[in-house]
């Protein structure tokens, strides 16, 4: 209200001011018309007054001045001197002043003098003076003052009861309505359109229909139509919120990101659940294109950027990429982000672009994941091929040690004692030894025979390894060895200890293979005191062997010596590498309960620390070889064993020890001979590995057709039997090939007594 009533008074008050304005500039200028010809109304009474002296008393004046009559000359002077705005009337004659009325005032008058001459006869004329007549402005003015003064005042009175008039009608026919027409328009509101306007006066018909009337229906239509609008507005904002709430609904069920980028400017709108796939929150992020570049995984970059910029050059390619993006966490999440140009300028050039991202990390993880299960997969069938392939050479290697071994151990029996001939035998007996512990470790390697773990020393180990590798490492690789005598014993398996040895030295020779370099391996004893050193590395406080395989080669990237454990992580090429030995070597230093660590540094080469705990017992001192008497009998023997050669030798070593010897070659007819007469042997020896029927297969029928026969099998390797379900088959001995005379001699009689 207060702004109506402000605004009624700045109409009216202009209104007036208008009027008045306008009243009195047109009564300046009238008046001043007015005055103006008044004064010249006045001007010319004065002019006629003095025409008048002139032509009527002058001629008087001079014949009263002629006969000197100085009383009538007084008295036509006082008659001069009634005329109007007449001033001072004076005659001079000869310079004196003769008369004299009035007082003369030299400030707003008008002079006039008259000469007066005498005619005497028809020509002579005789001057007697002047007379000065004097008319006074000053009473014209003072007129003239007064009637403007009325004018004035007659005008103001005019113009204020017409103003106030004016300003009556004005706001009786214009200024009300108008205030009824600023309060409706007040208290319209988007929410509340009230009733029409109607003014509150006398209605007419649509013929004399004045402005205010326009106005009236202006504004009543203007209502009408903000109801529409609003109407129509109210439902595209339903049906929008409709589609927004739908929107928002699919964008969270799809679990998508939404971007909205303004090319021209850079600046991108970036959804909350854009930034909360990366761990952000609203307001965490600067909005801007920027932004989004530095997040994007430098290798994925270029990748990014080409499909970008061919999507904007070319609407056709669609913008449908893969990539990293950096968390708040500060690590690397794989987006799927698709995109399309959704506006474009005059000159086609795009200006905005919007789309989606799409948390694609899982899946690219359980790719990756399924990734490595088909490399581990294959590389486990290709291992148990390898596996399958070394247990059979092993066990063809085995059958050759037992010809060699047996053969020779018998020979030995017969070579002159102290001979050069003895002493021959004994180094290639000292070389099938060694050549069983090298089957034991191509069974270890095919998993196929069971790790056996003694007191040792590990300096021996080393230096045998150290002598071995360096004929097959390059001369452009030197080996530092530092291998110092140590009392201290460890429980490990000597071939378990060699493959480590091996294999981490392979991988240095490797990594040193393009420019050489040096290999350094050296040993010594420990003390790990500290509770926190031994948590670090997973080990129980106490005294270790450290055993340090150090190289100068290319080294391990930061990211993968974290994952130099894994099992089937390899930073090798194809052909050089299986990503199981330092996994194996972490499980067998593990199962010690020791551990290994890696110290490395890309371009600066790799160090290998392994802690082998020491244990308070003796070493296993190796057997020192000399001729025994063996145990000898004379009972029957059936032998089987599909390998002639091996069965032969065995009915020789047993016939050398006094028995009777029955051998057979095939499992099936061995069953055959033993079923027609069981009571002809008194112990049976098989091989396990045989066609048709198996020795643990023969055994058990044998058993079953006489129990109480003791039965030996003999196997190179088997993963269908060991000695424990040998013992549940009833089997009573169970022999590792190759075998020697005197294990033979010493298991056949211990049987046969018991």
């Known amino acids: 209200m207060g702004a109506i009533q402000n605004l009624q008074r700045s109409i009216a008050r202009k209104f007036i001011i208008y009027v008045l304005l306008f009243s009195a500039a047109i009564t300046v200028v009238l008046t001043v018309l007015e005055i103006v010809s008044d004064y010249n109304q006045g001007i010319d009474v004065i002019n006629e007054s003095m025409l008048t002296v002139e032509a009527s008393h002058l001629n008087s004046i001079i014949n009263s001045l002629w006969v000197s009559d100085q009383e009538l000359l007084k008295i036509q002077l006082d008659g001069l001197y009634k005329l109007h705005d007449m001033q001072h ?370 300096e021996p180990s080393i230096k045998e390894g150290l002598k071995m590798l360096r004929s097959s490492i390059p001369s452009t690789i030197s080996i530092i060895k530092d291998i110092k005598p140590l009392q201290a014993v460890i429980m490990a398996d000597p071939t378990q200890v060699h493959q480590i040895l091996i294999n981490l030295c392979t991988n240095a020779y490797h990594a040193m293979e393009t420019e050489g370099g040096t290999l350094s391996v050296s040993i010594k004893q420990i003390s790990i005191e500290s509770v926190e050193q031994a948590e670090n590395l997973k080990v129980y406080p106490g005294e270790f062997i450290e055993l340090i395989v150090a190289d100068t080669g290319c080294g391990i990237t930061k990211e993968n010596v974290e994952k130099i454990f894994d099992p089937y992580f390899t930073t090798k090429s194809v052909n050089k590498g299986t990503g199981m030995g330092l996994s194996i070597i972490f499980g067998i230093m593990s199962s010690y309960g020791g551990a290994i660590t890696v110290e490395s540094e890309q371009g600066k080469g790799s160090i290998f620390h392994l802690y082998f705990p020491i244990v308070e017992e003796k070493t296993v001192q190796p057997e020192i070889r000399e001729i025994k008497n063996l145990h000898s009998g004379n009972e029957r023997i059936l032998l089987i064993d599909d390998e002639e050669m091996l069965a032969e030798l065995g009915m020789e070593m047993l016939e050398d020890l006094g028995y009777k010897v029955t051998i057979q070659l095939d499992s099936v007819k061995a069953l055959k001979v033993f079923n027609e007469n069981p009571d002809n042997f008194d112990l049976v020896i098989t091989d396990q590995t045989m066609p048709e029927l198996t020795g643990s297969e023969l055994a058990k029928k044998i058993l079953q057709i006489r129990p109480d026969i003791p039965v030996i099998l003999c196997t190179g390797y088997s993963n269908l039997i060991d000695e424990e379900t040998a013992k549940e088959l009833g089997i009573q001995a169970f022999l590792q090939k190759p075998l020697t005379q005197e294990v033979l001699a010493d298991t056949v009689k211990g049987l046969l007594k018991s």
């Open 89 to 458: 009337v004076q005659i001079k004659s000869d310079g004196s002043i003769i008369a004299v009325v009035g007082t003369v005032k030299y400030e707003n008058v008008i002079v006039k003098t008259f000469p007066l001459t005498f005619s005497y006869g028809d020509e002579q004329i005789i001057s007697l003076g002047e007379m000065q007549v004097t008319f006074s402005l000053t009473g014209l003015y003072k007129r003239l003052l007064d009637k403007t003064l009325m004018i004035l005042f007659t005008h103001a009175i005019k113009t204020f009861l017409v103003s106030a008039f004016i300003f009556y009608m004005f706001f009786w026919l214009v200024g009300k309505h108008l205030a009824t027409m600023a309060r409706y328009a007040a208290s319209l509101k988007l929410d509340n359109l009230q009733g029409p306007l109607v003014l509150p006066r006398e209605q007419k018909g649509s013929e004399s229909s004045d402005e205010l009337d326009i106005v009236v229906n202006a504004m009543n239509k203007m209502r009408e139509n903000l109801i529409s609008d609003i109407a129509e507005k109210a439902k595209a904002e339903e049906v929008l919120l409709d589609s927004k709430e739908r929107l928002n609904l699919a964008m969270k069920g799809a679990d998508l990101g939404f971007w909205d980028w303004d090319i021209k400017t850079g600046h991108v709108v970036f959804s909350d659940r854009w930034l909360e796939m990366i761990g952000y929150k609203a307001g965490e992020l600067e909005p801007s294109l920027l932004t989004w570049q530095k997040l994007i995984h430098p290798d994925d970059r270029d990748k990014i950027f080409a499909s970008l910029n061919h999507h904007l050059e070319d609407a056709h390619q669609d913008y449908n990429v893969n990539f990293r993006l950096k968390t708040k966490s500060g690590n690397w999440k794989w987006i799927q982000a698709r995109g399309m140009v959704v506006e474009r300028d005059e000159s086609n050039k795009p200006v905005r672009m919007a789309g989606t991202h799409f948390d694609i990390n899982n899946q690219k993880l359980a790719e990756e994941s399924q990734s490595n299960l088909k490399k581990r997969l294959v590389q486990a069938q290709k291992m148990e091929a390898i596996g399958t392939l070394a247990g059979g050479i092993a066990h063809d290697f085995n059958n050759l040690l037992g010809l060699i071994i047996g053969y020779t151990e018998m020979s030995e029996k017969t070579a002159p004692s102290g001979g050069k001939f003895q002493k021959n035998i004994n180094k290639v007996l000292t070389a099938a030894d060694r050549a069983k512990e090298l089957v034991k470790q191509i069974l270890a390697f095919s998993r196929q025979s069971e790790v056996e773990r003694i007191p040792m020393q590990i």
